[in-house]
């Protein structure tokens, strides 16, 4: 494994490890140990110093994109659209049974001849019962089980939907396709854009003015310059697109101002001390805890310098020198 390479441990994240997949089942990160489980069943219980030091081991490139959606905000029921809750409570009842015997998850709580012979906890293993259920799914009708959202579904779907369910509850179960789009980040014409920025750099020069204002003028600006058949959109995604690009508008115009950058032929001219802060940030090699049981984090290591009054100079490898009070010494750890 290389240095560059950062491995996920948490349960449902996939390694690959002397060229074979395996997936992470569950971890005691007090003790340093993970369980991983292969698409066999088979089960391998070891350190995180083995995998992290093992030169054979790197993460899975099926599970390493679920890093993207780090620090954004999880994914709920409430997220389902219309009529899929339904399909998404079945998909669960079918991953209880597989798990537990039973399709409510509980044992008190039976159901019409439960638990099944295939499906008898004391009887059958979890890797027979993920079988039996992938069997259970291919001999259903194939319209039938498109529409349940059951088609085409293998024993190591199961596993990766059984992984979701414990990691995010009932939404896990969910298809990504169900949930609602994000609102992402607005787009307008080429018009209605050039009638903004008009706008934006003639407001920021009077009083303070409402945005009911700056929406007359941007529909005034269209009208005179692209004619009165271009359409404009409503009020409400003006202002959203206006904080979207310039913020909420809450400082004070000559504070507006003066946070505008001044260019020349593309490179910035920077004037004053604070004006312009630089920032670098690189991740350390350590992992630490933030108590004896949390899990392991990265930690990244922040650097801030004052462009204006900086003059810095590498004197020799990892050595940084800087000249008066240029180097504000902004030096802030914090965990991803």
């Known amino acids: 494994m290389t240095a560059a390479a950062v491995l996920d441990l948490s349960p449902g994240a996939?390694?690959?490890?002397?060229?074979?997949?395996?997936?992470?089942?569950?971890r005691?990160?007090?003790?340093?140990?993970?369980?991983?489980?292969?698409?066999d069943g088979t089960r391998e219980r070891m350190t995180f110093r083995f995998l992290a030091n093992?030169?054979?081991?790197?993460?899975?490139?099926?599970?390493?994109s679920a890093g993207a959606d780090r620090g954004r905000q999880r994914k709920a029921s409430e997220d389902l659209k219309a009529g899929r809750l339904e399909l998404t409570e079945l998909r669960m009842a079918h991953l209880l049974e597989v798990a537990t015997g039973f399709r409510s998850g509980?044992?008190?709580?039976?159901?019409?001849?439960?638990?099944?012979?295939?499906?008898?906890?004391?009887?059958?293993?979890?890797?027979?019962?993920?079988?039996?259920?992938?069997?259970?799914?291919?001999?259903?009708d194939p319209q039938h089980a498109k529409l349940l959202g059951l088609s085409s579904v293998g024993y190591r779907t199961l596993i990766r939907w059984e992984n979701?369910?414990?990691?995010?509850?009932?939404?896990?179960?969910?298809?990504?396709?169900?949930?609602?789009?994000?609102?992402?980040?607005?787009?307008?014409?080429?018009?209605?854009r050039e009638a903004v920025l008009a706008v934006r750099e003639e407001t920021k020069r009077m009083a303070k003015v409402s945005m009911r204002t700056k929406d007359r003028m941007?529909?005034?600006?269209?009208?005179?310059?692209?004619?009165?058949?271009?359409?404009?959109?409503?009020?409400?995604?003006?202002?959203?697109?206006?904080q979207e690009w310039f913020g909420p508008g809450g400082a004070r115009q000559r504070y507006t101002r003066s946070a505008d950058l001044p260019e020349s032929e593309g490179h910035v001219l920077v004037h004053r001390p604070g004006q312009v802060v630089a920032l670098?940030?690189?991740?350390?090699?350590?992992?630490?805890?933030?108590?004896v049981f949390g899990d392991p984090v990265k930690m990244h290591l922040t650097l801030a310098l004052d462009v204006c009054m900086a003059v810095t100079l590498f004197s020799g490898?990892?050595?940084?020198?800087?000249?008066?009070?240029?180097?504000w010494g902004f030096r802030g750890l914090r965990t991803s």
């Open 14 to 26: 996939g390694l690959v490890l002397d060229g074979t997949e395996w997936t992470v089942e569950w």
């Open 28 to 39: 005691e990160p007090h003790l340093g140990r993970v369980q991983l489980v292969k698409d």
């Open 54 to 64: 093992h030169p054979q081991c790197r993460p899975s490139s099926r599970t390493s």
């Open 106 to 140: 509980d044992p008190f709580h039976l159901g019409p001849g439960e638990p099944r012979a295939e499906y008898d906890p004391a009887t059958t293993t979890l890797t027979e019962r993920r079988h039996a259920k992938v069997a259970e799914f291919a001999a259903l």
């Open 164 to 192: 979701a369910r414990r990691r995010f509850g009932l939404v896990g179960c969910a298809d990504d396709r169900w949930l609602r789009r994000s609102g992402g980040t607005r787009k307008v014409s080429e018009p209605v």
């Open 218 to 242: 941007i529909r005034q600006y269209v009208r005179e310059e692209f004619g009165p058949e271009t359409k404009v959109p409503s009020y409400d995604t003006l202002r959203r697109l206006w």
């Open 280 to 291: 670098d940030t690189t991740v350390l090699p350590v992992m630490v805890r933030e108590h």
């Open 317 to 327: 490898p990892g050595m940084l020198a800087s000249s008066g009070p240029s180097w």
